[in-house]
């Protein structure tokens, strides 16, 4: 995420920037002249967002006058690899554009280094979650292709898998797969190796975590009962700020929704103020950033498996932050997973913000009012000017369902009970 000020002078000509990416308003045109995504075969998803926040003034209700906050342009990707490499090659292939986009920000000069210049605004997340760490973009598109040809086979030739047993099917179409990779028709590359360096960092931070929680648990444990205190304390007595949102945004919101299976969510606001709920923020993502890492299955984020790729990061500074993720479905739906899903986690990762309904020990109650909270959510959903998806029309579960297969058919001899399973993939 390369996070930059907008000089207010040029925001009407950023504007037009962004929207001559499109063909429409949320339909990117994959080869636009600034950014033509499609070319970044590392680039899974992407986005360019106005952080336009509208919220600012209801730190009101805690007593506090609305500070003036500078626009930010916010370009944000999910890629393969490293970062440099991956902004050494936007350079490379979209240089030109992007000083043209850039140049409308402040402390941005067309002599500048522009790798160097982006490197230096990048916003790391606090937490982030990947749905399945290792799958690549050629992954996905390879996956998608042995797929649409095992469809077809069978398709082409009903009569011929008639009858047949899975086990029987499964010997059929790996020999269809390997006869038309022998003929190029096919690709499917093997995986690449985890590189070293990554691989020693995530098991670093694997032991790192429990081993720092192991060393401060007696004070954790000491401090532990002051911390519910205060924390129930201020659950009771923090204003809500439940105001009607106005439908005129909401059918703006909806101009950029629903025009693929995949959706983009872009969401900001304020921290309620005082020490107490920046540390219970740090602690809270702290651990959704572990678990996503380290513990949850891939593929879900909880229950919920229709999340690619979701993040929280700071915006200039502690006092407010935004969320961005990409989900399959409509916000509605996005909206009732996570409360009935994983509401518990939902709760303890917003309700440090101004305005979320109201919780009950951190994890209880909150989401469960649900009109207040999908009113807190539409409030505080910003519009995204540019969104950008590698591989259109598939979701989530589309692409685990393609792993499992081609893994299938990389298996040479599967039982009865494998090869059902297998079969019904299909």
């Not at 490293?82 to 050494?88: G, H, P, S, Y």
Request: charged share 25%; net charge negative.
């Amino acid at each position: 995420m390369v996070l930059a000020v907008v000089i207010p002078d040029r925001e009407s000509r950023l504007r037009e920037l962004l929207a001559s990416m499109n063909h429409a308003p949320g339909r990117v045109d994959r080869e636009n002249r600034l950014v033509p995504f499609a070319r970044f075969p590392a680039l899974h998803m992407a986005r360019l967002v106005l952080l336009d926040d509208k919220t600012t003034g209801d730190v009101r209700a805690h007593g506090l006058e609305p500070r003036e906050y500078p626009l930010y342009l916010a370009f944000l990707g999910d890629i393969d690899g490293a970062e440099r490499d991956f902004l050494e090659e936007l350079a490379a292939k979209a240089g030109e554009g992007l000083r043209e986009i850039f140049s409308c920000c402040e402390g941005f000069s067309p002599e500048d280094d522009l790798v160097g210049w982006m490197w230096s605004h990048r916003s790391p997340p606090l937490a982030n979650y990947v749905n399945t760490r290792g799958r690549t973009v050629r992954q996905v598109h390879q996956e998608a292709a042995l797929y649409e040809a095992l469809e077809k086979r069978m398709d082409g030739s009903p009569e011929e898998f008639a009858g047949l047993n899975p086990r029987e099917v499964h010997s059929r179409l790996r020999k269809f797969s390997g006869e038309e990779q022998a003929a190029g028709r096919l690709t499917l590359s093997p995986e690449e190796p985890t590189p070293a360096g990554w691989w020693i960092r995530d098991k670093l931070h694997l032991v790192g975590m429990p081993l720092l929680m192991l060393l401060l648990s007696p004070i954790l444990l000491l401090a532990l009962p002051v911390y519910l205190i205060i924390l129930r304390h201020r659950e009771k007595t923090d204003p809500e700020v439940v105001p009607v949102y106005d439908q005129e945004a909401a059918d703006h919101l909806s101009e950029l929704e629903d025009h693929d299976v995949t959706n983009q969510f872009s969401a900001m606001g304020s921290l309620k103020p005082g020490l107490f709920r920046l540390l219970t923020t740090y602690a809270v993502l702290g651990v959704v950033d572990y678990a996503a890492r380290h513990l949850v299955h891939a593929g879900r984020l909880g229950r919920i498996r229709t999340i690619h790729f979701a993040r929280w990061v700071f915006v200039a500074g502690k006092e407010r932050m935004i969320f961005c993720s990409n989900y399959d479905g409509s916000v509605e739906s996005y909206m009732d997973d996570f409360i009935n899903k994983t509401g518990f986690g939902l709760n303890a990762s917003f309700s440090n913000g101004i305005g979320y309904p109201r919780t009950n020990w951190l994890i209880r109650d909150g989401c469960r009012a649900e009109g207040k909270y999908k009113e807190y959510l539409r409030r505080h959903t910003l519009p995204t000017q540019v969104w950008y998806k590698a591989y259109p029309g598939l979701t989530a579960v589309d692409l685990e369902r393609n792993t499992r297969i081609r893994k299938g058919l990389d298996t040479t001899n599967l039982s009865r009970e494998e090869a059902l399973e297998w079969a019904k993939l299909l």
